[in-house]
């Protein structure tokens, strides 16, 4: 049998320390391995698979649609980028949309529309003020945005236009603020920064800030939209209107799309100033369209909800019985956290694989739990009994 994991050090850029799991199928909250072993996946794919693996309808949209039309440009019009188009603008009360194809291309359409308003509306007003621990994905705008050495240092000089203060913390925003500043991008919980939730007045204060300062506020919802917090949308979780909405991961039921958003105010791009070849092509666009119609007529986000408490409150069941170990669970609807006192999260993640069930280790000290929003209830409880028997094994050989 072909060694995989050789290929990959042999052919692959070094870019990830990978789990040494090959994958080869998935379904529903389920992914099996090259040698047929079954796991519960608690990363969907880094809460990209919110319908779950291969969801029939948007393997049915798939299917149909790559057999036929796959792209064709932005230089004409297609018909499921333009359903899908009022799909997301009516479920988000925004104004107007752009697909593109990743995260960090949603970001970076959101900071240059920001600019643009910055430079028609504001005085050339260009600096956007972001959160330390925030994550917006690895184009070099950014990672500068993202603010995080670890992640920007080596690619210095980086895009300038940018000021970081700490996340939470309102008055620190507020000091921040120049003639300059454009705009405020934040996370409604910071996803990669270790599942570090917003707390709901600082969302608000950050919004009326914005209102009184004529500043504009993007979201960023790559991880925490499409369902993940148990609405729709972050933003309705936390009942705070952004002005740019930035979206991907969820959107496309595991196909490739990004997206952003705003609201007429700032609606100010015109022909030549954006573009993708990509962006919007048709077989993305009706994966994305099939798969918010069923995020819709199915409520899933509200599964979310429930599902998120009931694998909340197992954790904190795991949590009393293993006090010495874990310090705090966190998190809201099914992007969850579960933090250690030690950096033992890679060894847990790593005996958890043994036991079937998939995690994220988000920190070294902690894990991040973001399975697909229609996991069952069963598959909550067995999960956490994987998670927990992976604990026990790490726990005893320490
Ligand atoms: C909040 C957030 N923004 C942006 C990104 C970048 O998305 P992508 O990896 O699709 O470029 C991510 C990826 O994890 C993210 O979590």
Redesign the pocket.
Known sequence: MTDWIAVEKQYYMFCARRQPVVLVRGQGTRVWDVNGKEYLDFTAG??VNNLGHCHPAVVKAVQEQVATLIQTSNQFYTIPQLQLARLLVEASGLSKVFFCN??????EGAIKLARKYGKVRKNGAYEIITAQG??????LT?VTATGNPHYSEPFIPLTPGFVQVPFNDLEALKRATTERTVAVLL?PV???GGVIPAHPNYLKGVRDWCDRNDLLLIL?????GMGRLGTVFGFQYYGVQPDIL?L??GLGGGV?I?AFLCNERCNLFQPGDHGSTFGGNPLACAAGYATLKTLLEERIYETSARMGQRLKSALEQVKARHEEAIKEVRGVGLLLAVEFYHPIAPQVVSACNDEGVLLNPVRPTAIRFMPPLTLTPEEVDEGVARFERGLVRVLKEK
């Open positions: 880094w809460a990743s995260g960090a291309e949603a970001i925030a994550f917006h994905g690895r184009t950014a996370e910071q996803g990669e960023d919802e790559v991880q925490t930035a991907a991961k490739p990004g």
